[in-house]
């Protein structure tokens, strides 16, 4: 299996390689890179290249790893023995599979993404270190041991709100996804939007580019923002000329897009401001 990017989503020759080098050696792929750069995406991508089936398990702050494993449902259990119901003795009528347990389970080889793991509590990547590295584990309820049938491709983004532990760094392939430059934003434009204006976008990726490297800026715009910007001045047909404001009006057109908190916002009335005391 070999992954060189698709059409609908532009890889750099670096990425690429991760991901190779990662199902050559049967290791999980860890992703960073800001938000918007791309990390979920690339997993669906990946598994549409390959045409396996994508399994996703969105982590987030409550997540226990056990729950990709497996759940025992043993409230629902003694209900069911108090009502006589004759599920009660199957242990297994109470037991729901998890992601891993699915993604184990296939007669096919499938895409496992783990998103945004570093949203769990800080033993989550440590627990899950035997059955990602030994693709197994044992369901203590029922006595057995799910054996993987086919490796999962495994694929594990994270946004970098905390460090992982070391023992699980060493079990990964890493990967750091660098924020694309002008030349390769303007290529994922294209592919989102084709036939649009080059000026508009030429116009537009400036400023956009201008505005990232405001000095205070507390979130800087993703490359998601970045599109869907873009596409808002396309629906409102703004003209290239007209895309750059003077200094009186220092915030982007349609900046709600770009700017995600006041403090950005304040940022570039306060710059409107000393730009006209200037003046």
């Known amino acids: 299996m070999h992954f060189d990017g698709t059409d609908a989503y532009i890889a750099e020759k670096d990425l690429t390689v991760a991901v190779n080098a990662a199902i050559q050696l049967e290791k999980p792929l ?13 997993a669906r991508q990946v598994a549409s290249a390959l045409g396996l089936e994508l399994l996703e398990w969105h982590v987030k702050s409550t997540t226990k790893a056990q729950q990709g494993l497996y759940e025992y449902d043993a409230v629902s259990r003694l209900r069911d023995s108090q009502l006589g119901d004759a599920r009660f003795n199957d242990i297994r009528n109470y037991i729901r599979r998890g992601k891993l347990w699915e993604a184990f389970a296939t007669d096919q080889r499938v895409v496992l993404l783990i998103d945004e793991i570093d949203k769990a509590d800080i033993e989550f990547p440590n627990d899950l270190l035997q059955e990602l590295d030994r693709m197994e584990f044992f369901v203590y309820e029922t006595g057995e041991t799910i054996r993987a049938r086919n490796r999962p491709i495994v694929i594990i983004t994270s946004n970098n709100e905390k460090e992982l532990p070391d023992a699980f760094l060493r079990r990964c392939f890493f990967h750091y996804i660098k924020f694309p430059d002008a030349e ?6 294209d592919v989102h939007y084709p036939g649009i204006k080059r000026s508009l976008v030429n116009a537009a990726l400036a400023q956009f580019y201008d505005l990232r490297e405001v000095p205070g800026l507390k979130k800087k715009p993703s490359t998601s923002e970045a599109l869907d910007w873009i596409r808002l001045l396309v629906a409102d047909d703004v003209q290239p000329e007209d895309l750059r404001g003077d200094a009186k009006n220092a915030l982007p057109k349609l900046h709600g897009a770009l700017l995600k908190n006041e403090q950005d916002v304040h940022l570039f009335e306060r710059l409107a401001f000393m730009a006209r005391r200037q003046g």
């Open 30 to 42: 860890l992703v960073k890179g800001e938000p918007g750069t791309g990390k979920t995406e690339l």
């Open 184 to 189: 390769t934003l303007s290529r994922i434009v």
